[in-house]
């Protein structure tokens, strides 16, 4: 067969398959076929048995049941795992994996010196109960929920208190908060509470998706259905692992998920309407009305004589109501939340193609049909607790996917990669799970921990799998079977992300900031970038030079202007849910690392902390320098052209520069 025609067979076979696969989801609303309710993901959880070897070498290195089910599969494969990484490479690796800092030297030395058999599991212990912890880990989940601090877009307006919710999920994560509580918070903290201000902010969650003004008005239809669509979206993407939204103008084309389930999900949230909740006494509140009052009428009449105004009178009628808005006081404190508001409920239809304007029949509130039995009644009328209501159904042991997807999260961000490498994706178009037993097993030691989340952490961190060598003596062979490491016969590699990497420049250079928690910080950046925003007022740097050099998690996070340095390290983009952070390697990468502002400045803070910490001391300099930043002594090789550069009577800060550019510095082993 010649290339033309193998290609045209390819594509035919793959038309075939898509024909295939639309055929099974057009079966009659709420009826799924048998192949559909098949999907793995859909299956009732399994209780397996954990493998047992005979092998002595095999016992032993076994510590706990996450490495029985691993090796198993590494031995069907003919592959064996790599052998224990060192003691440096091992406490390096779980600092940055749980609090995404370098460990200091003197915490390294503490552990080299450890000998008792309790030793890791006290780094471990110590690591979980440090206040970094939940800022690396509510980062992840920050990733996840598309947190963002303004509304994307055009006018990309600031979010007046979003950043209460990133401290929330901080907090949570610290507390080791259960998942099941967690979730509930977020999707309903506001119906559980609504006098509990950590729970109101929990809430917010609904808000946190991009939003489009038009014109200043929100209430208009269109509006009201984007703002519905990113409520529903992210509980398929980040709760379910599944592709909801696929299913917001048609039946799914892959997964068992009808046009009808979309909306009927979407039904939970037909009550729900955003609230800011004043924090500033009535005292305050009465001044600012006072001021606004005359300003918010003009807002008013402004609004109403743009209704079915177009072209020019309609720009000029916009930027007055712009003006306008502009002249009101700044905004009072207040939590960023939602409410219900029962007398403003959105009547839910199925939407011919996902068009507000084009409805057809209505649906009520219901889960996931495939989930369901065949003929699972439908809901006519809006519960009292809506979102409560979605959130008991998600948290409920019998839901097969949730467990699984928060168990999976937690792998993908320990090991690199998850089980099933696309955390927001278990339906037919992601990827299967490589260890379905052993992910079942964990889904199931979750729920039966009560949903916490730090003991599966230390089952993992204990496991012989996590602290396998980089380094294999069979890499040649494994690397020819299992190129991509899915059946983890070694450690994988990876680079700092990009918060990790800024946050280690502050570290290693001594000017990190530990505050924690509050509003966020804005640094300067290029005026060039402010000049692109629609108002670059909205860049106010922070004024204390102190706290821009605070932890990466604590910078305002805005959609329409990304930290350059952050965007060249593949930070996400804030749009939509970022399952995984991609990990790129390009040339504006070391440009950003020799000369970015923020790299020039770090390497001149750590010459001179290396100048008062080593006096001196060349062969010090060097020592305390690859102590630093790459936690073990530098080479015999590396020593020598470090000495041998300093000895020639070269800069200093041009020595730390090159140091902050190691590979060794970069990635963790």
């Avoid at 493998?51 to 049941?65: C, E, G, L, T, Y």
């Avoid at 370098?102 to 552990?111: G, K, L, N, Q």
């Avoid at 917010?204 to 998706?209: D, K, T």
Wanted: aromatic residues 8%; neutral net charge; contains cysteine.
């Amino acid at each position: 067969m010649n290339m033309r025609s193998s290609r045209f067979a390819a594509l035919l076979s793959a038309l075939l398959v898509f024909h295939a696969v639309a055929e099974e989801t057009t079966a009659p609303l709420g009826t799924y076929t048998a192949v559909e309710r098949r999907h793995w993901a859909f299956q009732k959880r399994s209780t397996p048995d954990i493998p047992a070897f005979s092998d002595p070498a095999d016992q032993a290195w076994v510590k706990n049941p996450v490495d029985a089910f691993v090796l198993a599969r590494l031995k069907k494969a003919g592959l064996r795992p790599a052998p224990e990484a060192d003691r440096r490479t091992l406490i390096r690796r779980v600092t940055f994996t749980l609090i995404g800092l370098p460990p200091t030297p003197e915490e390294v030395d503490a552990f080299l010196k450890d000998t008792s058999p309790q030793a890791w599991e006290k780094v471990i212990d110590r690591l979980l109960a440090s206040p970094h912890y939940g800022e690396r880990w509510g980062q992840h989940w920050l990733d996840v929920v598309r947190f963002a601090e303004s509304d994307g877009f055009e006018y990309d307006t600031h979010r007046n208190g979003a950043w209460r919710f990133r401290d929330y999920a901080i907090q949570s994560f610290n507390a080791d908060k259960p998942y099941d509580k967690f979730l509930m918070e977020q999707l309903a903290g506001d119906e559980i509470a609504p006098k509990e201000e950590p729970l109101r902010i929990a809430s917010g969650l609904q808000r946190m998706g991009p939003l489009r003004k038009n014109a200043g008005n929100q209430e208009v239809a269109s509006s009201r259905n984007e703002v519905l669509t990113e409520m529903t979206n992210v509980v398929g993407a980040a709760f379910l692992g599944v592709t909801l939204g696929c299913a917001r103008c048609h039946d799914h084309k892959f997964d068992p998920i009808r046009q009808a389930d979309y909306y009927r999900i979407q039904s939970y949230f037909s009550a729900t309407h955003e609230k800011d909740i004043p924090l500033a006494p009535e005292a305050e509140q009465a001044a600012w009305e006072a001021k606004a009052k005359s300003i918010q009428e003009e807002i008013k009449t402004l609004k109403a004589e743009l209704r079915g105004k177009v072209g020019d009178e309609r720009l000029a009628l916009e930027k007055k109501l712009e003006a306008a808005t502009d002249r009101l006081p700044a905004p009072l404190p207040a939590l960023y939340s939602v409410e219900n508001d029962f007398k403003r409920v959105s009547p839910i239809h199925l939407l011919n193609r996902g068009e507000y304007n084009q409805p057809k029949e209505k649906v009520g509130a219901r889960p996931l049909g495939v989930l369901l039995p065949d003929g699972a009644p439908e809901r006519t009328a809006l519960p009292e607790n809506p979102r409560t209501k979605l959130a008991e159904w998600l948290i409920d042991p019998e839901n097969p996917l949730t467990a699984r997807v928060l168990a999976n999260r937690i792998w993908h961000w320990q090991f690199g990669r998850g089980l099933v490498a696309t955390p927001n994706d278990f339906g037919k178009m992601g990827l299967r799970p490589t260890h379905p037993e052993l992910l079942d097993y964990l889904a199931n030691q979750l729920i039966a921990g009560g949903w916490r989340m730090k003991p599966l952490h230390r089952l993992l961190l204990t496991s012989s799998t996590w602290r396998q060598s980089f380094e294999s003596p069979v890499a040649a062979q494994a690397t020819a079977a299992d190129p991509e490491n899915k059946l983890l016969w070694h450690w994988s590699r990876r680079r700092l992300e990009a918060e990790e990497l800024r946050d280690s420049l502050l570290a290693v250079s001594g000017k990190l900031n530990p505050k924690a928690g509050g509003p966020s910080i804005i640094v300067p950046v290029d005026p060039e970038l402010v000049n692109f925003l629609y108002k670059p007022s909205q860049w106010a740097i922070t004024p204390n030079a102190t706290e821009h050099d605070r932890r990466s998690v604590y910078l305002m996070a805005k959609r329409n202007l990304r930290l350059p340095m952050m965007e060249t390290f593949d930070a996400p983009d804030l749009q939509i849910s970022c399952a995984r952070r991609e990990s790129s390697t390009h040339a504006p990468q070391a440009l950003e690392l020799t000369n970015g502002d923020l790299a020039s400045r770090m390497a001149t803070a750590l010459a001179q902390r290396l100048t008062a910490e080593a006096k001196g001391d060349r062969a010090k300099v060097v020592e305390r320098a690859w102590l630093l930043a790459t936690s073990r002594p530098p080479s015999t090789k590396e020593r020598a052209l470090a000495l041998q550069y300093l000895n020639e009577g070269q800069p200093l800060r041009e020595f730390a520069l090159a140091v902050l550019n190691l590979n060794a510095f970069l990635y963790v082993d």
